[in-house]
């Protein structure tokens, strides 16, 4: 099995790219007849320089932006032919934005059909998780409950049970590891 060249190297956007499905992207995005001026980039352009910002080390948009005129690969990897012309942080969002699930999982699909269509004759098994309908674990990390209350009506208590939380969080807790700051700590609250 051969492996694949480094992140961010022009070989391994050399690999890449002819498997990017460009018409199918371009097919998901495709609008009714606009009037006015036509769009600078194709929907597979843009989709291509999101692609950038995971296969090279510029990781936000702004910088992506910046070092994409200094980078011919990654020009011709997102299929950019001018290096005046470039999309702007603003663009590559917008179009973030207009990229939901269901077209990334139709595009998804695509590469996953072409992976396994090389695999049509071993007896080997592929699963793949796809984790996008699980729920987020955002209760999991909340310190209290929340109470049910009446919705006008302010409770002082929990406030005061606030307060008081905040108070006995300035203690000095003990660990399980003995650092010898308790040596430490005395000796410097009493010399000062």
């Not at 391994?12 to 001026?37: C, M, T, W, Y």
């Not at 939901?100 to 059909?113: E, G, H």
């Not at 004759?121 to 674990?137: E, H, R, W």
């Not at 209760?139 to 939380?165: E, F």
Request: charged share 20%.
């Amino acid at each position: 099995m051969k492996e694949l060249p480094v992140t961010g190297t022009s070989a391994l956007l050399e690999i890449l790219s002819p498997h990017v499905p460009d018409d199918l992207i371009n097919l998901l995005f495709a609008q009714k007849s606009r009037r006015g001026r036509p769009r600078l980039f194709s929907a597979a352009q843009l989709f291509r320089v999101n692609l950038l910002a995971l296969l090279t080390p510029a990781h936000s948009f702004n910088l992506l932006v910046a070092l994409l005129a200094e980078h011919r690969p990654w020009r011709s990897f997102a299929r950019l032919r001018n290096r005046l012309v470039l999309p702007d942080a603003k663009m590559l969002h917008e179009f973030r934005d207009r990229l939901d699930l269901a077209k990334l999982r139709c595009i998804n699909k695509s590469l996953l059909a072409l992976l396994l269509e090389d695999c049509d004759g071993l007896a080997k098994t592929v699963s793949l998780i796809d984790a996008t309908d699980l729920p987020a674990a955002t209760n999991s990390y909340k310190k209290t409950q929340s109470v049910s209350t009446a919705p006008n009506a302010q409770t002082p208590v929990l406030a005061v049970a606030r307060m008081d939380r905040a108070v006995t969080s300035l203690g000095i807790k003990s660990t399980p590891f003995d650092y010898g700051f308790d040596t430490i700590v005395p000796a410097f609250c009493w010399s000062h």
